[in-house]
């Protein structure tokens, strides 16, 4: 399945399960569990995405005022509010 996800039956129901082992979420149908590992793709890339943007901005932020990485996460977050 896609990025890791992958769906087992559950009696009458199916039951994702994403890359650690872990039940993301029962579903009544087929169809349905397959729309909701789209969504949790898309989700991960969004997730991706916003991890490095932020990476860099904490590597950029730490350079422009030479600190370290707790305190750029630091201003970044109060930033982000």
């Not at 397959?34 to 989700?43: H, L, N, R």
């Not at 991960?44 to 932020?61: G, Q, T």
Request: net charge negative; charged share 30%.
């Amino acid at each position: 399945m896609a990025d890791g996800y992958r769906i087992r039956r559950a009696g009458t129901k199916f039951e994702i399960i994403d890359h650690a082992g872990e039940t993301v979420g029962v579903y009544e149908t087929l169809r349905e569990a397959e729309y909701e590992i789209d969504v949790c793709v898309s989700d991960d890339a969004m997730w991706k995405s916003a991890k490095l943007l932020v990476e860099i901005a904490v590597a950029a932020y730490m350079k422009k005022h030479g600190v370290g990485s707790k305190t750029a996460q630091y201003w970044i977050r109060e930033a982000a509010d």
